[in-house]
T-cell receptor
Framework: EPEVTQTPSHQVTQMGQEVILRCVPISNHLYFYWYRQILGQKVEFLVSFYNNEISEKSEIFDDQFSVERPDGSNFTLKIRSTKLEDSAMYFC????????????FGPGTRLLVL | QQQVKQSPQSLIVQKGGISIINCAYENTAFDYFPWYQQFPGKGPALLIAIRPDVSEKKEGRFTISFNKSAKQFSLHIMDSQPGDSATYFCAASGGSQGNLIFGKGTKLSVKP
C-alpha cells in the first residue's frame, strides 16, 4: 500500500540554524500539507500546497517557514532560523484530486531545537 | 469558530467494552469529519470518516455517530481490544479550507 515517507526521522539542531524537512507524498497525490504536533498537544495545520503554490497557511506559518516541491516526488519544509519553540513533530500529508479531504500522514520528523 | 472540542482527554476501558469519544464543532461550513488513530512515535492514521448527509457510519468495530443539529459527532469502538490503545483525534474540514482542524486528542487505554 502506498504511503507518505519522511526524512529524517529525527533532527537535532541549534537555535538559529536552518533545517529542511523532506517528504515524499503518495505518488498520484496532488495536494500536500505540513502539520506539526508539539509534544502532548494536538496536531496543528501549517500549510497546504497545490499546483506548485501555497493554497492555505496558518498563522504559525510565518516568514521563517517556506515550502517547496523541488522535483516531481519531494515536498520540503524549510525553517530558516529555528527557535526553541519550533521543537515538535512535523508531519507531512497528501491527498488526491478527487478526495482532497482524505489526507494520509507520514510518520513524522521529530525536530529538537537546542 | 474554527475549534473542534474533544472529550474526554483520557479514557480507560476494559477489554470487550465500548469506548466512546465525543467531539463538537461550531463552524457549520465543516462538511468532512474524520477520526485518526495515533500510536506513540507514529503519524496519525485515518480510521474512519463521515459527511453530514448521514447520521452514522460503521466500519468493523468502529462507528461514527453524527448529530448535525447539535454539531456533535462521536466515535464508538465496540469490543475494545488492548491493541486499540492509542490516542484518537477527531478532526473537521470544509468550506473554502481543505486543511484539517484537529481536536486535542483522547488517550485510550484498554485493560486486558
Amino acid at each position: 500500500e502506498p504511503e507518505v515517507t519522511q526524512t529524517p526521522s529525527h533532527q537535532v539542531t541549534q537555535m538559529g540554524q536552518e533545517v529542511i524537512l523532506r517528504c515524499v507524498p503518495i505518488s498520484n497525490h496532488l495536494y500536500f500539507y505540513w502539520y506539526r504536533q508539539i509534544l502532548g498537544q494536538k496536531v496543528e495545520f501549517l500549510v497546504s500546497f497545490y499546483n506548485n503554490e501555497i493554497s492555505e497557511k496558518s498563522e504559525i506559518f510565518d516568514d521563517q517557514f517556506s515550502v517547496e516541491r523541488p522535483d516531481g516526488s519531494n515536498f520540503t519544509l524549510k525553517i530558516r532560523s529555528t527557535k526553541l519553540e519550533d521543537s515538535a513533530m512535523y508531519f507531512c500529508a497528501s491527498s488526491d484530486l478527487t478526495r482532497q479531504e482524505t489526507q494520509y500522514f507520514g510518520p513524522g520528523t521529530r525536530l529538537l531545537v537546542l | 469558530q474554527q475549534q473542534v472540542k474533544q472529550s474526554p482527554q483520557s479514557l480507560i476501558v476494559q477489554k470487550g467494552g465500548i469506548s466512546i469519544i465525543n467531539c463538537a464543532y461550531e463552524n457549520t461550513a465543516f462538511d468532512y469529519f474524520p477520526w485518526y488513530q495515533q500510536f506513540p512515535g507514529k503519524g496519525p492514521a485515518l480510521l474512519i470518516a463521515i459527511r453530514p448527509d448521514v447520521s452514522e457510519k460503521k466500519e468493523g468495530r468502529f462507528t461514527i455517530s453524527f448529530n448535525k443539529s447539535a454539531k456533535q459527532f462521536s466515535l464508538h469502538i465496540m469490543d475494545s481490544q488492548p491493541g486499540d490503545s492509542a490516542t484518537y483525534f477527531c478532526a473537521a474540514s470544509g468550506g473554502s479550507q481543505g486543511n484539517l482542524i484537529f481536536g486535542k486528542g483522547t488517550k485510550l487505554s484498554v485493560k486486558p
